[in-house]
C-alpha cells in the first residue's frame, strides 16, 4: 500500500533501535516525515497512517532501503546495513502444538520476512515432559516394553502427524524417531536416567520441531535453513538440566549465523533450550523454558533490533492467569522488573533470559501468537515510572524456610559468614534473606533442589550443619509472594498489602526489600497463598490506588 505519512515525535523508549539507528546516515533532522512510502502493517495494526500512529510498531520502507522512525528520529539504512539480520522471534511450545499452529507462526514469520528474522523454536507442544516421562518410565518397565511407551508413542504420532499434515517428507524427522526409540531402550537396558542421558532425550523435542518447521517453510518456497544449537557454538556449563551459557558463546554463534548469511541468505531456524558442555562435549539443556534464553542470547550476540518472545498469552501479565483469570497484560516493563519477575517463578519467562537482553540493550517483546494484534509486553531498560505502582504479583510456591538462631558460640560478624559458607559448600542457593544481628531466615531455591535427588537427605544435612552454631526450624510448605513494582512507592504498596493481609487473616512469616528496588517479598504458608494472589490482585489492579492516596504518596514517595 503507498501512503503519504506524517508522523510526529515518538514517545516509546527504543533505546537498542535508537542505538544502532545512530551508526546510519540520518536524511532528515526535522520532526515530521512527508512522503510517499510502502507501508508493512506490523501485527495487522495501523493499516491508516494518518495521525496517531503506535509508532513503534510500525516499520517503514522506502525503496532506497529501511528508514526508521525512531525516537523521533529518522535514518536511512545503508546498503549493507538492509542485508544484516535484524530480530529474533521466538516461538514456544504452546506456539507450535500443531501443524495448524505451524503454518499459522509460518505466516506471523513471512510478516516479519523484510526485518530478516532469526527464528528459534522450543519443542511441540508438552513434547518435553512426554519425553522425559517416557524416559522415567523406561528405566523400570523393561526393554521389550520400551515401544509400548504412551508417551512414545504420543511424541511419534504428533510429529508424524504434522509432518503429513504439513506436506513435508516423513524423512526429515524418520532418522529422530529411530534414535529415540533406541536411546530409550538403552536407558531401559541400562535401568539408569542420569541427567546427561535426560538432557539428551529432552533434545529430540526441539531437534524434530525446528527440522519440521524449516522443511515446511522450504515446502512453501521460503528459504530457510535449521540449525541444532549445540552445533553452532551455544556452549554451556556441564550442569545437565540447567546448564549456564558461557561468554564463547556470543562471538560463535554470531560467525556461524551471520557467516550463513552472508554466504548464503535462508532464515535461520534454531533449536532452543539446547547447548553442548564445554567439557563433556555432550547435549545440555538450559532449564525448563530455556528457549527464552537463547532467543535473547541470539539477539545479544548479533546485536539485533529486537528480541520477539511468542506465547499463548497477551503478554506479561499482572499475575499467573492460572491462579487469577482476572489478570490483565502489563504493556511495559524494565528489564530489571522482568528478571525479577521471572526470578521469583513467573512461568512466562525464563529466569535468566533478561541478563543477554540487558547486557546487549535490546529491547524484548512478549507477544501472543494466538492474538497477534495484542500490543503485548515491551520490556526495556527504562520505563515511566511516575504512575507506577504494582507491575506484577508472583507466586512462587512449595518452598522451604529455614529460621537460624545463633546460639553465640560465634560473634555478630562471625555468624552470619559462617552460616553463608555453610550454604557454599553445600552449594544449595538461597532465595530470600531476612537478618536480624543474631537471627536468619532464609528461603531455599526450590528449583536448584528439585533438580536434584535426594532432597530430604539434602535438608537434613544443612539443618545439621547449622545446628553446630544455632538452633534451626525447618519450615516447608512455604510460599514466596513477590510484588514486582515502584519500590519508591513501598509505604503504599506495604500499607495495602498489609490491609490486604490482615482483612484476610494472614499472618506473613517474613519479608523483604531487596536492593533491587522492584521488589518487595513476602513468605506466606501454602494452603494461603493463591487466596492472597487474588486478595492483592483485587485490592492493587482493580481499584484506584493513586486515586486513593494524598499527599506525598501520590508523588515519587522515596524517603
Ligand atoms: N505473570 C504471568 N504472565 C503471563 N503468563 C504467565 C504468568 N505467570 C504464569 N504464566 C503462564 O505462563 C504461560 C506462558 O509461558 P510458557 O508456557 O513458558 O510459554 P511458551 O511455552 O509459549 O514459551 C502462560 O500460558 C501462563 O499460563
Ligand atoms: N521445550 C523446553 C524449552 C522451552 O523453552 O519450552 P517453552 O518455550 O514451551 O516454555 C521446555 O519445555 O522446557
Redesign the pocket.
Known amino acids: 500500500m503507498a501512503a503519504s505519512l506524517h508522523v510526529s515525535g515518538v514517545k516509546t523508549p527504543y533505546p537498542a533501535i535508537a542505538k544502532r539507528a545512530s551508526c546510519l546516515r540520518p536524511v532528515c533532522s526535522h520532526p515530521w516525515l512527508d512522503f510517499s512510502v510502502s507501508v508493512a502493517p506490523v501485527y495487522g495494526l495501523c493499516t491508516s497512517l494518518k495521525g496517531s500512529c503506535r509508532t513503534q510498531d510500525l516499520r517503514i520502507r522506502c525503496e532506497a532501503g529501511n528508514v526508521d522512525i525512531r525516537n523521533g528520529t529518522e535514518s536511512q539504512c545503508s546498503e549493507e546495513s538492509a542485508n544484516e539480520l535484524t530480530c529474533v522471534m521466538?516461538?514456544?511450545?504452546?506456539?507450535v502444538a500443531s501443524a495448524d499452529r505451524m503454518r499459522e507462526v509460518a505466516n506471523l514469520v513471512l510478516r516479519f520476512r523484510e526485518e530478516r528474522p532469526v527464528i528459534v523454536l522450543?519443542a511441540m507442544g508438552k513434547t518435553t515432559n512426554k519425553l522425559l516421562i517416557a524416559g522415567e518410565k523406561a528405566v523400570c518397565c523393561g526393554v521389550a516394553n520400551v515401544s509400548d511407551l504412551e508417551e512414545l508413542s504420543f511424541v511419534k504420532d504428533l510429529h508424524l502427524r504434522t509432518v503429513d499434515e504439513l506436506g513435508v517428507e516423513r524423512c526429515t524427522i524418520s532418522k529422530h524417531l529411530f534414535q529415540l526409540e533406541q536411546l530409550l531402550n538403552g536407558i531401559a537396558m541400562m535401568k539408569e536416567l542420569t541427567p546427561r542421558t535426560k538432557d539428551y532425550l529432552a533434545s529430540f523435542g526441539e531437534c524434530m520441531s525446528t527440522r519440521i518447521f524449516a522443511a515446511y517453510l522450504n515446502k512453501i518456497d521460503v528459504k530457510a535453513r535449521q540449525y541444532d544449537a549445540f552445533d553452532i557454538g551455544f556452549i554451556t556449563t556441564d550442569e545437565f538440566t540447567n546448564a549456564e551459557i558461557l561468554e564463547a558463546t556470543y562471538p560463535a554463534v554470531a560467525k556461524r549465523l551471520h557467516g550463513d548469511w552472508i554466504k548464503d541468505p535462508a532464515i535461520p531456524i534454531v533449536t532452543g533450550f539446547l547447548g553442548k558442555g564445554w567439557r563433556t562435549g555432550a547435549v545440555t539443556t538450559l532449564g525448563?523454558?530455556g528457549?527464552?534464553l537463547t532467543a535473547t542470547t541470539i539477539g545479544k550476540a548479533l546485536g539485533l533490533g529486537e528480541i520477539q518472545?511468542?506465547?499463548?498469552?497477551?503478554?506479561?501479565?499482572?499475575?499467573?492467569?492460572?491462579?487469577y483469570s482476572r489478570?490483565e497484560?502489563?504493556p511495559y516493563l524494565t528489564f530489571d522488573e522482568a528478571a525479577e519477575?521471572a526470578y521469583f517463578?513467573?512461568?512466562?519467562?525464563?529466569p535468566q533470559s533478561m541478563r543477554p537482553a540487558r547486557e546487549g540493550d535490546i529491547p524484548v517483546r512478549?507477544k501472543n501468537?494466538y492474538n497477534p494484534k495484542a500490543p503485548g509486553t515491551l520490556i526495556t531498560r527504562a520505563r515511566d515510572m511516575s504512575q507506577a505502582v504494582l507491575t506484577?504479583?508472583?507466586l512462587k510456591q512449595n518452598v522451604t524456610m529455614l529460621d537460624i538462631v545463633s546460639t553465640r558460640m560465634l560473634g555478630q560478624f562471625g555468624f552470619l559468614a559462617k552460616v553463608f559458607s555453610i550454604f557454599e559448600e553445600l552449594e544449595i542457593s538461597v532465595d530470600v534473606v531476612a537478618t536480624s544481628e543474631v537471627s536468619v531466615s532464609l528461603t531455599l531455591d526450590p528449583s536448584k533442589l528439585w533438580s536434584r535427588e535426594l532432597i530430604q537427605q539434602e535438608l537434613d544435612h544443612v539443618v545439621e550443619e547449622l545446628e553446630k552454631i544455632a538452633v534451626v526450624k525447618l519450615l516447608q510448605r512455604r510460599s514466596i509472594i513477590s510484588l514486582i513494582g515502584n519500590v519508591q512507592r513501598s509505604s503504599l504498596i506495604l500499607e495495602k498489602a498489609f490491609h490486604v493481609l490482615r482483612t484476610n487473616g494472614v499472618n506473613v512469616q517474613m519479608i523483604s526489600q531487596g536492593a533491587s528496588k522492584v521488589n518487595i517479598s513476602l513468605i506466606v504458608n501454602d494452603s494461603e497463598a493463591e487466596q492472597c494472589v487474588r486478595a492483592f490482585h483485587s485490592a492493587f489492579f482493580e481499584s484506584d490506588i493513586l486515586g486513593l492516596v494524598s499527599g506525598p504518596e501520590s508523588g515519587n514517595d522515596s524517603i
Open positions: 521466538k516461538f514456544g511450545g504452546s506456539s522450543s525448563r523454558g528457549s527464552d518472545v511468542w506465547k499463548d498469552v497477551d503478554g506479561v501479565l499482572t499475575c499467573d492467569p492460572n491462579i489478570a497484560p502489563v519477575l517463578g513467573a512461568q512466562v519467562l525464563h512478549v501468537s506484577s504479583i508472583v
